[in-house]
C-alpha cells in the first residue's frame, strides 16, 4: 500500500517567548547566471546576533533571483539544475514581456519555480540544516548583478 509510512514521534519539543531579533541586508554580487552559496554569511548574521533558539528568513528582493536550500557537496547537481531551469523556461521562446532582453522574462519563470524567500530553523546558535545542504542565491540573468537579500532572525 502507498503512502502508509512510519512516521515518528517528535523530539526535543521546547516553547517559550520570543525575546531577541535581529535583521540585517546582505548584498551579493553575482557572475550572472548560476549559484552562489551565501551560507557562511547568513551563518555569520546568525552568530552575530546571538540567538540561539528561533526561525531565520532569508528573503530574496529581486523577480530576476531566487533562493534554494539545495546540496553543497557535489557542484554538478547545482549544474544539472541549471540545465533543469533552462529546459523549463529556454530564452527566445517568443515570450512577449522582452524589454530588458531575451533572459529576463525567463528569469521570471525560473523565479516562480523557485523561491524568493526561505525558512530556516535555528538550533543551539546554529543553522538546523541537514549535512549536505547550502543557501544558495540562483542568479537567473546572464550578466552579473548586486542583489539584496534580507535576513530577519528571531528567537531566544
Known amino acids: 500500500m502507498r ?3 512510519r512516521i515518528g514521534g517528535i523530539e526535543g519539543f521546547q516553547e517559550g517567548e520570543v525575546r531577541r ?5 546582505l548584498t551579493v554580487s ?21 540567538i540561539a533558539q ?3 528568513s532569508v528573503f530574496c528582493r529581486h523577480t530576476s533571483a531566487s533562493l534554494t536550500i539545495q546540496e553543497n ?11 533543469a531551469l533552462d529546459g523549463f523556461a529556454p530564452r527566445h521562446s517568443g515570450y512577449v514581456h522582452g524589454i530588458e532582453g531575451p533572459d529576463d522574462m525567463p528569469a521570471h519563470i525560473r523565479t516562480l519555480l523557485t523561491d524568493s524567500g526561505l525558512a530556516i530553523p535555528v538550533t543551539g546558535g546554529r543553522l538546523a540544516l541537514g549535512t549536505w545542504q547550502g543557501i ?7 550578466r552579473p548583478h548586486r542583489r539584496e537579500v534580507m535576513l530577519h532572525v528571531i528567537g531566544l
Open 3 to 5: 503512502g502508509s509510512g
Open 21 to 25: 531579533q535581529a535583521s540585517a541586508r
Open 30 to 50: 553575482t557572475p550572472g547566471q548560476g549559484f552562489t552559496d551565501i551560507t557562511a554569511a547568513v551563518a555569520d548574521f546568525l552568530a552575530r546576533s546571538g
Open 54 to 56: 528561533g526561525l531565520l
Open 73 to 83: 557537496a557535489d557542484p554538478d547537481v547545482r549544474t544539472d539544475l541549471m540545465t
Open 136 to 142: 544558495y542565491l540562483i542568479e537567473h540573468r546572464d
